[in-house]
């Protein structure tokens, strides 16, 4: 929970007052009107407390003559940008996790400062604790409960639609890292259908269809079919449409939804194979993107499309030299069962370009090589021209790493199968590029971006600013923008 107040830093009585800092030719500064005895603090204790005001410092010391019980000295290095800002006052709610309330010290008055600091603060305010019960050895405390930001004076009305915008994008990336987080024998196909159900009751202009396995089978949509018949769990397919009656444009948005992936039967390698169960990031990421959407009453026609299935091995399996007939009527030999994702989204994507709307945009943890490409903490985005362009935009807009990728059409023949239309993998090399002009084979001239994140939607090593361990929600603040721009145009 986040509000405003235009109370004194001095006055609040918090469990923790946050102070940004940053790194100035001049020395260590204390962002925004803060009280003497923080600043006689930092310019006499910064060699002794190791305070450096870089990307990621947080410190946390004892408050005098302050009405608060602490004082949080969190560092935003040396440019303070909006990701910057965004950045270290997430790193400070991360850390206060277990405490009731915290206030927040604006650096400045700039209205994008103030969206930036909401965003962190609400960001950076996140555990997952479902699994552990009463009595738990487990070390992982709740989120930090209340944070205040501190204007200075009356809240204008722009500014409480900031932060009331905050408040729902934080929520909307909360619940899909929140689904990549569960357990996969908790959240599979059906099981995410339900959640989808419960996020969309009530909203106003939003409709959720439900395909089983059956009206799958009978749909044609071969390849979602063929990656869930190795499970117990049969696939399904969840459209979620929100449709406004003063829209003028419309968004689809296509997600893989692989709830588990084993590999199949070219089954993965066991180490780091329980991470695999992040497998559905993109589908949780459009689903959160579209009730986001509904809640902010954006006048804009969106469809969230989650291509949902469990990827095991069973006698009942896909095997490798299989030929899956795809919604369009592509044959597809599977060549590795474990390049199962571009199987699941070329299906819907299908379905989704029927419905022919203005751009569709995919998300997808579709490739290691884009882990190789761009490490863990950088998005790929690759399509058409003018949609690529529009994701980085939104995506620089909003904080969030992508990248744009080419799709050489001289790599397209990497792609022949001898005895199908298409073979599902070619060779390694380039093989996030493979995979996104596999896509593109069934888009048609429909603007279109794939965002691969493979890498940054779920992070297993280190917690970092706003960033927890586990689902990062990575790419909902970014879908967000680029709907919220087209729906200005």
């Known amino acids: 929970m986040i509000s405003l107040t235009q109370a004194a830093p001095a006055t609040v009585s918090v469990d923790a007052l946050v102070v940004v800092l940053a790194e100035r030719p001049e020395g260590l500064v204390p962002l925004g009107d803060v009280p003497d005895e923080i600043r006689t603090l930092v310019s006499g204790s910064a060699q002794v407390l190791g305070l450096t005001g870089a990307a990621d410092e947080v410190h946390r010391v004892p408050a005098h003559r302050l009405r608060a019980r602490s004082v949080v000295l969190t560092g935003a290095g040396k440019a303070s940008t909006p990701e910057s800002l965004r950045r270290a006052v997430g790193a400070a709610t991360r850390s206060l996790a277990g405490l009731t309330s915290a206030a927040v010290v604006l650096p400045d008055d700039e209205p994008e400062t103030l969206t930036a600091v909401a965003e962190g603060a609400l960001l950076g305010a996140y555990a997952y604790t479902r699994y552990h019960g009463q009595g738990s050895s487990s070390t992982t405390k709740p989120a930090l409960g209340e944070v205040q930001l501190l204007l200075g004076h009356r809240p204008t009305k722009a500014e409480t639609r900031s932060v009331q915008r905050a408040q729902v994008l934080a929520e909307a990336v909360h619940a899909a890292r929140d689904l990549v ?270 965002l691969d994140v493979a890498g940054p939607a779920y992070n297993s090593k280190t917690a970092y600013g706003y960033t927890p361990l586990g689902g990062t929600g990575m790419g909902v603040r970014t879908l967000l923008t680029l709907l919220e721009s087209r729906a200005e145009r």
Request: proline letters at 5%; aromatic letters at 4%.
């Open 181 to 450: 987080n569960a357990a996969p024998n908790d959240l599979y196909p059906e099981a995410f259908a339900d959640v989808a159900r419960t996020a969309t009751k009530g909203l106003k202009g939003v409709k959720i269809t439900v395909l089983d396995e059956k009206a799958l089978a009978a749909g044609s949509f071969g390849g979602l079919v063929g990656v869930g018949q190795g499970s117990a769990r049969p696939p399904r397919l969840v459209k979620v449409a929100y449709s406004p009656g003063r829209a003028k444009r419309s968004v689809a948005l296509v997600g893989k939804g692989i709830t588990f992936d084993s590999g199949g039967i070219s089954l993965k390698p066991s180490a780091d194979m329980d991470e695999m169960k992040s497998d559905m990031a993109g589908a949780a990421t459009v689903l959160s993107t579209v009730v986001a959407a509904a809640r902010l009453n954006l006048p804009i026609a969106v469809t969230a499309w989650c291509a949902l299935a469990e990827n095991m091995p069973s006698g009942t399996a896909q095997r490798p030299s299989d030929v899956l007939t795809m919604r369009d009527g592509t044959t597809v030999e599977v060549l590795n069962t474990d390049a199962e994702g571009r199987l699941a989204m070329a299906d819907v994507l299908v379905a989704a370009v029927e419905e022919t709307p203005d751009l569709v945009v995919d998300v997808a943890t579709l490739t290691g090589a884009q882990v190789v490409a761009l490490g863990r903490r950088v998005a790929a985005v690759m399509g058409t021209d003018d949609a690529r362009e529009e994701v980085v935009a939104a995506a620089t807009a909003s904080g969030e790493a992508f990248w744009p990728m080419p799709l050489p059409e001289d790599m397209k023949s990497g792609l022949k199968s001898k005895v199908a239309d298409l073979a599902n993998i070619g060779e390694r090399w380039g093989g996030m590029l493979l995979a996104g002009l596999f896509l593109a084979e069934f888009v048609g001239d429909t603007p279109w971006a794939h």
